[in-house]
């Protein structure tokens, strides 16, 4: 049982402290009452979407392939919990969604108290992957679901309908248990009835060794990156973006620190701090405007008129930066192996400048200049076969 909950914590970003908040099934399994939807094909069935809530990357990267069920003829239920739930009811109103029991994933100030917080709260984190089952079991038999699509939610399957796990995680980073957190990675996937892979196959790929190994023995689909953006051109209005999100309180400290090194930026900035509220905010403070979350279409505007975009190193930004053609400067999250790793490659194959939080200054981003950028790669998925899991084909 505790090699289960190390995976929790490895998988997805190197989970630190995950909190469980009490789940309430009369709560919880209410469906939002929202129009009908028309579609071009009536296929009627009914695919639960279920993200991570871990910061906003799965939430975000989920958006292209809702979009592609309502073409397909699917009617996607969006099923999550906290800013990530908030996002994607804001990007579709017109869906239903439901709340699942939350993980509550947040951060230590300290990075290197990872495993210790792991065996503090373990107990937490198998109560709330017993619920999330349980939850999933009771909305497949009330709302007539015909497949899953998870997102890193690890307790979101079922053996009475075609469960699909997305990751890029193959190998699961974790140290020096890397070999125990990745087995205890292919044992859960082996509970879906397949795995999907934002990436390409080949040696030019975005994820590294994330997403590629020679030791999975369970049949993979690389579906190609995905990303909810489309590259534009535009007149560059902004130098530089600097676009937040993550677990509390690293998410929170990173703002703190940007707002400091950008107080006498001389040139136009934007700064997104990622927090998901029930109504957008804006403040002018000298060059820089500051933001507390944009919507899909702003912030891809937003992304196209700047020359420089400061974030993390998560995987879901990483697909959307090459996507756009973006040239970056990545902060990984202190303690998240995979972050961690995901710069440093980008930055040896001489594509994105990287540096620690705490050694961030803003005068870094002069080296911007001197690396390549991020690249687009073929983003064309076939959506029509990919689906056809849930036709039974």
Avoid at 40 to 63: E, Q, Y
Avoid at 83 to 100: D, N, R, Y
Avoid at 164 to 192: A, D, E
Wanted: charged share 25%; with cysteine; aromatic share 10%.
């Amino acid at each position: 049982m505790l090699t289960f909950v190390f995976l929790i914590f490895c998988n997805c970003n190197a989970f630190l402290v995950l909190h469980y908040s009490k789940y309430v099934k009369s709560q919880h399994l209410v469906l939002q009452n929202t129009p009908k939807y028309t579609f071009v094909k009536h296929n009627k069935k009914r695919i639960l979407v279920a993200p991570l809530n871990w910061g906003l990357g799965h939430a975000t990267r989920c958006i292209p392939i809702i979009k592609a069920l309502l073409n397909q003829g699917f009617t996607p239920i969006i099923a999550s919990d906290g800013v990530a739930l908030k996002l994607l009811q804001k990007e579709f109103p017109m869906l239903s969604s439901i709340e699942l029991p939350g993980y509550n994933v947040t951060y230590a100030k300290n990075g290197k108290n990872f495993k210790m917080k792991l065996l503090k709260d373990s107990p937490k984190v198998l109560k709330a992957v017993k619920n999330e089952k349980k939850a999933v079991k009771d909305i497949i038999e009330t709302h007539q679901i015909s497949g899953i699509i998870s997102d890193n939610r690890l307790g979101v399957y079922s053996k009475k309908v075609p469960s699909v796990f997305i990751t890029h995680q193959l190998n699961v980073l974790s140290g020096s248990t890397t070999w125990l957190s990745t087995k205890m990675h292919q044992k859960i996937i082996k509970k879906f009835s397949a795995c999907w892979v934002p990436d390409i196959e080949g040696d030019m790929n975005l994820s590294g060794k994330l997403g590629h190994t020679n030791t999975f023995d369970i049949p993979l689909t690389y579906i190609g990156p995905l990303s909810r953006f489309e590259k534009k051109a535009t007149v560059k209005n902004n130098k530089l973006l600097a676009l937040i999100s993550g677990p509390e309180p690293q998410r929170g400290l990173l703002v703190d620190k940007l707002l400091k090194e950008l107080k006498d930026y001389p040139e136009k900035a934007i700064l997104v701090k990622g927090l998901m509220e029930d109504e957008q905010t804006i403040q002018i403070m000298g060059n820089v405007t500051v933001y507390n979350f944009m919507t899909s279409a702003l912030l891809e505007k937003t992304i196209n008129e700047s020359d420089i975009v400061i974030s993390r190193s998560g995987y879901t930004t990483v697909m959307d930066l090459a996507k756009l053609n973006k040239k970056a400067f990545f902060i990984p999250t202190p303690g998240q192996f995979e972050q961690e790793y995901l710069a440093k490659r980008l930055t040896e194959m001489n594509l994105v400048p990287s540096c620690i939080q705490d050694n961030f200054t803003i005068d870094k981003i002069e080296t911007v200049k001197n690396f390549e950028g991020l690249k687009a790669f073929d983003f064309d998925i076939d959506y029509k076969k990919l689906f056809s899991l849930f036709q039974g084909e």
